[in-house]
């Protein structure tokens, strides 16, 4: 499976990846260099993500919360594969991870349909998701017998809410 040919798969955690290579110019055409680089990289101001607005939703690897730990999202049965399946009922994803705060808070959970570029695509939920947008993760364990208290928290996708 290609990673480039993922325009028709479903992204529900992305990572984020950056490189390594040494710098370099960018230049629009007829322009000179820019000197720098990261001005060119969002085109509008409505494309922009404004990370310091806690409920903006970042297509990379990000945790949300400081106590949230052991974050996993792979297709049910491969932990080491990329989360993307294709758009059939026979491939599930398994996300899994750990609060590891003192309380029980209910989370919830939501897909987002994504381009190979891991940007969110133009597709309404409608046509990739039969069910719930978003549904109730309500699959946990309490620790027992450790020395530090945790819940571990788990869902496979699809499931009886959302297909």
């Known amino acids: ?3 480039l040919s993922a325009a028709s798969r479903i992204l529900v955690f992305s990572i984020f990846c950056s490189s390594c290579s040494s710098k370099k110019e960018v230049v629009k055409a007829d322009e000179k260099p ?3 680089p990261y001005s060119l990289l969002v085109d509008d101001e409505e494309d922009a993500i404004d990370y310091f607005d806690e409920n903006a939703i970042r297509f990379e690897d990000y945790t949300y919360k400081d106590d949230i730990k052991s974050v996993q999202l792979h297709p049910l049965g491969d932990p080491l594969a990329y989360p993307i399946i294709a758009l059939n009922p026979n491939q599930r994803l398994e996300l ?3 609060d590891m705060g003192n309380d029980l808070p209910q989370y919830y959970y939501r897909l987002y349909h994504c381009n190979a570029d891991w940007t969110r695509s ?3 939920e409608m046509q990739y998701l039969d069910g719930f947008f978003s549904d109730i993760l309500n699959n ?3 620790s027992f017998n450790t ?3 945790y819940v571990h928290y788990s869902v496979t996708i699809p499931n009886e809410s959302m297909r």
């Open 1 to 3: 499976m290609s990673i």
């Open 34 to 36: 820019v000197d720098d």
């Open 96 to 98: 899994h991870f750990d």
């Open 122 to 124: 133009d597709i309404i």
């Open 140 to 142: 946990y364990d309490m």
């Open 147 to 149: 020395l530090v208290p």
